[in-house]
């Protein structure tokens, strides 16, 4: 184990192999746009970000109804550039409807009027373009909860299932321009209910399943929700989590919220679907009683509309006629909120074509997920890595493999038999949870671990402590993760130890750490590794292509190699914030106030001499120290 906490003077701790960088998405988008080096490809994507972003359109096979006349233009300023333009191109709405916030299409009467975007609706790109033999009968989503329930959707399923909820959110009379909360876990119906609320042209508003009361109901105004999706609760180790009468008490305030959608998280039972005959009977018999529904829908939801919902307990069969909205590229597609250091959560817009383009570029990038690659997040919904996770996949016709609870419970290898039983990929994980990980394989060398059921060749594979007379594996050894090809991780700085323990004992200094900065207002990364680069340990190799990133001091000057100071993006990007949901002027003080025409992140930042990048922290959480400027980041790796 290395024990240094010096984030500078890391060694190159991997280096991609030439089969690694011959079967990269990223060397075949390289030879796409006839270049032959991450450096020139590099250079290509900053020099010109509008024909970079077509490429990478074309890359992933976007496809817009109808097309677009101009990708992008800043003629009215970088900091609010028009994408996607198309003045003459017409977008029939709904009657009666009017998309609130973004700009895009609007509609009076029954009227169509033009759209300042081209036509798109991203579910197109996420579901029904892989309703092809080759494809539709592939796995879309995998999910496992912590109870032991497992369930896997073909892309043809999880269109079925879309088109299903979809259709009972236009009975609701939801449609064009609607928020529509999600507050669920990480369950099949959370996927869905995403892309059925994108699908009808409304707006999704996903909020964290653990929130507060005064959490879920200060978002749900802001939006002026329509409605909101729900649970019964999930469990976490073990013990239930009540989600509906902590949903009843955030709405019961919220004036325009008129209906909730119930999800009975109860009915994932430990049998995989279809549920026995008798789970199926009880529920049934749950759900028409009529003293049952007149509780929800009388005392907890204070007469609201109720729909209970459910992916696959129901009969589901092919819409009659499709629930497909006509959206512009640029119509509102979701509001993710995100606390700031300082100050009330924000509410960041994206787009159609913003947030799920960026995210599957970064996912095709980065973490080289193509059609059929299993990779998986330990996420929430209310987290940007949720959306990310959905859109990014399925863009790329990837599989969204999710669990559903305490990572290790009940046993510490939870997580590892999650990854051996469904053969993931690409593992998304933080250096919290990695610190976590660890330390409960040390806790499992005190005492011996039960390893009956364990093959002779499994244990004969592990890298074994030899305590008293037995060979006790690591949690991480139990199981066969020979199907992972690399990790990944976001969202915190990491820090030496962890990363060292995750890269040597359970990737066996054989996976690469993809590690990836970036947040909300970014769709995606800032900075991130890829395949064809070295990697040191708890560093970025380069910027996301496409990302004119810098690092300047407090005069806006560039700084050298070694030096810490603001980092920073100079030119637009296909994922940037389409602004703060109607608060135009916090979101331009927020980060385009500090130098002119250029974003500011609030992260320090520094690079070394050979070019790795490192985010310190924000840059308003800094401590001085000794007359020098201190992240948090090197003072936790000193107290890790």
Same mark, same amino acid.
């Given at each position: 184990m290395h024990d240094t906490n010096l984030l500078e003077d890391q060694p190159i701790a991997w280096t991609p192999t030439p089969d690694i960088i011959e079967r990269a998405r990223l060397t075949k988008f390289m030879r796409q746009v006839g270049v032959s080096s991450w450096n020139e490809l590099y250079e290509f994507s900053i020099r010109d970000v509008e024909k970079f972003t077509e490429e990478v359109i074309r890359f992933l096979d976007i496809k817009f109804d109808a097309p677009y006349e101009k990708l992008l233009d800043t003629s009215d300023g970088v900091e609010y550039p028009a994408w996607f333009r198309s003045g003459d191109t017409l977008v029939p709405n709904e009657p009666g409807r009017r998309i609130a916030g973004l700009g895009g299409g609007t509609a009076d009467g +029954?009227? @169509? =009027? $033009?759209?300042? @975007?081209? %036509?798109?609706?991203?579910?197109? !790109?996420?579901?029904?373009?892989?309703?092809? +033999?080759?494809m539709k009968d592939l796995p879309a989503l995998i999910w496992e909860g912590e109870e032991g329930g497992a369930r896997t959707l073909t892309y043809a399923e999880l269109m079925r299932a879309v088109e299903d909820c979809a259709e009972k959110l236009c009975d609701l009379e939801l449609g064009l321009g609607d928020a529509v909360g999600i507050h669920l876990p990480m369950i099949p119906e959370t996927v869905v209910a995403l892309l059925a609320i994108n699908r009808i042209g409304a707006i999704a508003v996903p909020v964290f399943s653990g929130y507060g009361i005064d959490a879920i109901s200060s978002r749900m105004e802001a939006v002026e929700a329509k409605a909101m999706f729900t649970g019964d609760g999930f469990p976490r180790r073990g013990k239930p989590f009540d989600m509906l009468s902590v949903a009843a008490r955030a709405v019961a305030n919220v004036e325009t919220l008129k209906s909730v959608i119930i999800v009975e998280r109860s009915s994932h039972a430990a049998d995989d679907p279809p549920a026995s005959t008798d789970h199926v009977e009880a529920r049934e018999r749950k759900r028409n009683d009529a003293r049952y529904y007149d509780h929800l829908k009388n005392d907890l939801f204070l007469g609201r509309k109720i729909a209970l919902w459910g992916v696959g307990r129901d009969t589901i069969a092919f819409c009659e006629t499709s629930t497909l909205a006509q959206t512009a590229a640029e119509d509102p597609l979701i509001i993710l909120y995100t606390s700031g250091t300082t100050g009330k959560p924000k509410g960041i817009a994206h787009t159609h074509a913003s947030f799920p383009i960026k995210a599957a570029q970064d996912m095709a990038f980065g973490t080289d997920v193509g059609r059929g690659t299993r990779i998986s997040?330990?996420? +929430?919904? %209310?987290? !940007? !890595?949720g959306p990310w996770l959905i859109y990014g996949a399925l863009i790329n016709g990837a599989t969204i493999c999710i669990y559903d609870g305490a990572p290790d419970y009940p046993t510490p290898d939870r997580m590892w038999d999650f990854c051996a039983k469904h053969k993931v990929e690409v593992l998304g994980i933080s250096p919290t949870l990695v610190r976590g990980l660890a330390a409960a394989e040390e806790r499992s060398g005190d005492t011996p671990v039960p390893i009956g059921g364990l093959s002779t060749e499994t244990l004969a594979g592990c890298r074994s402590d030899v305590r008293g007379d037995k060979s006790v594996p690591a949690p991480f050894e139990r199981h066969d993760l020979s199907s992972l090809r690399m990790f990944a991780s976001t969202g915190e700085p990491w820090n030496p130890a962890p990363w060292w323990w995750l890269f040597e004992k359970v990737g066996n200094s054989k996976l690469p750490i993809i590690n990836y900065s970036g947040g909300t207002e970014i769709s995606g990364g800032i900075l991130m590794g890829n395949p064809l680069l070295p990697i040191k340990p708890c560093s970025f190799p380069a910027p996301c292509p496409g990302m004119d990133v810098d690092i300047l001091d407090e005069n806006g000057r560039s700084v050298g190699p070694g030096k810490v100071g603001e980092l920073v993006i100079k030119q637009p990007w296909i994922g940037m914030a389409r602004g703060f949901w109607q608060e135009r002027e916090r979101y331009l003080e927020t980060y385009w106030s500090r130098f $002119? /025409?250029?974003? =500011?992140? /609030?992260?320090?930042? !520094?690079?070394?001499? +050979? %070019?790795?990048?490192f985010i310190l922290g924000r840059s308003d959480d800094t401590l001085k120290v000794a007359g020098k400027r201190v992240g948090p980041a090197e003072v936790e790796s000193l107290l890790v």
């Open positions: +029954d009227r @169509s =009027v $033009p759209a300042t @975007s081209a %036509g798109l609706n991203i579910t197109e !790109m996420c579901l029904d373009r892989w309703q092809t +033999d080759e997040w330990y996420t +929430d919904i %209310g987290w !940007m !890595m $002119p /025409g250029i974003w =500011v992140h /609030g992260d320090w930042a !520094m690079r070394d001499n +050979d %070019g790795h990048w």
